[in-house]
């Protein structure tokens, strides 16, 4: 069963704002730290934004810095990406992704995150 289970993708407009939703289960969910990447077609997957056991730390690419927020619900075992001011070049699949943590700083590494979404696409039209 999938543990990490994204929603929200959508195509939208530039200037629109779309909220990511990630749902997990079979998780002991508070003890996870949790992060958003993406990838756009042709690059790389990048880190986009981290929160950490308790959402006290959160963590952004310079690139969505002032336009997207990471939040988490403990209760509801979700966490989620607001997006604001979308650009055309955040257009991507956006993965969730949870692991255990601590980071040491590379909250935007791949390996530091065990669990992974399957991903939703978001497309932004200018």
């Known amino acids: 069963a999938q543990v990490l289970v994204e929603s929200g993708g959508d195509l939208v407009q530039a200037g629109a704002s779309l909220t990511l939703s990630c749902t997990a289960s079979?998780?002991?969910?508070?003890?996870?730290?949790l992060g958003w990447f993406r990838q756009a077609p042709g690059k790389e997957r990048e880190g986009v934004s981290s929160?950490?056991?308790?959402?006290?730390?959160?963590f952004y690419a310079d690139s969505v810095k002032g336009r997207f927020t990471i939040s988490r619900d403990n209760a509801k075992m979700t966490f989620y990406l607001r997006m604001d001011s979308l650009k055309p070049e955040d257009t991507a699949m956006y993965y969730c992704?949870?692991?255990?943590?601590?980071?040491?700083?590379?909250?935007?590494?791949?390996?530091?995150?065990?669990?992974w979404g399957q991903g939703t696409q978001v497309t932004v039209s200018s």
């Open positions: 929160i950490t056991w308790t959402g006290d730390s959160t």
């Open positions: 992704a949870a692991g255990l943590g601590p980071y040491g700083g590379r909250w935007y590494a791949e390996d530091e995150y065990k669990y």
């Open positions: 079979a998780l002991n969910f508070e003890h996870y730290v």
